[in-house]
């Protein structure tokens, strides 16, 4: 595994942002599932906005915001959300399972994470994460956790050595216990709930177990 333009089955971010050469990581934490992030500074003009298309993928689509942004979804029909404004630290969660579009209408600097459904299965199969393959979308919920594990990642995505950190598969690990903790949907699709689930209070403490590291840990031994 290395840091190189971003696909995964052919599905590039990276591209669809408009940022070919965007940094990447991709890896399978458990069994055959891939993981992957992409590094994204998508620029848009004061006066301008860009169209993103995201298409079908058996994944999640995840964004971590670094900086504060704009941007609405895009209708089948071609209506178009009210304009949203996602924070420094906040996120985006969305099931790509019939595609996505949005409009960016500031520039974009954020971690974009694909999450298949197959990756979530495997990680439930062998941790107390519950057993679900579908999640929760979210937009503009703050997740300190997700802040945590984004901020030990970004050095990660700054390397260009062909052997990746060790570290990487432990966080992919976390990441994928903290979503199916706090946005997991056991429902069928057609008896899902709300959107936005909130964060239990030992989802901290659950990464740890999953990964045998703490984010603490992360933080002294990486990040230093």
Excluded at 92 to 107: K, P
Excluded at 119 to 135: C, H, Q, T
């Amino acid at each position: 595994m290395k840091v190189h333009e971003d696909s995964m089955r052919g599905l590039s971010v990276g591209r669809l942002f408009g940022v070919s050469n965007a940094p990447h990581l991709r890896i399978r934490p458990v069994r055959e599932a891939a993981f992957s992030v992409t590094y994204l500074e998508c620029r848009v003009d004061a006066s301008g906005s860009r169209v993103v298309n995201l298409p079908k993928q058996d994944c999640f689509f995840l964004m971590l915001y670094l900086d504060d942004t704009r941007h609405c979804d895009l209708m089948p029909d071609g209506r178009e959300s009210a304009i949203m404004d996602y924070h420094k630290g906040s996120l985006c969660l969305v099931d790509l399972a019939e595609g996505a579009s949005i409009r960016l209408y500031d520039t974009l600097r954020s971690l974009a994470f694909l999450i298949p459904r197959a990756l979530l299965a495997e990680v439930s199969e062998f941790s107390n994460a519950p057993g679900a393959r579908n999640l929760r979308g979210c937009r503009g919920a703050y997740d300190n956790v997700m802040g945590n594990l984004g901020g030990v990642l970004l050095p990660l995505l700054q390397q260009q050595h062909s052997t990746p950190s060790p570290v990487l598969g432990h966080v992919a690990v976390a990441i994928c216990a903290h979503l199916l903790h706090r946005y997991g949907d056991t429902k069928p699709q057609n008896q899902r709930g709300p959107a936005f689930s909130a964060m239990t209070k030992n989802t901290e403490k659950d990464s740890t177990t999953f990964t045998g590291f703490s984010l603490e840990d992360w933080r002294k031994r990486w990040l230093n």
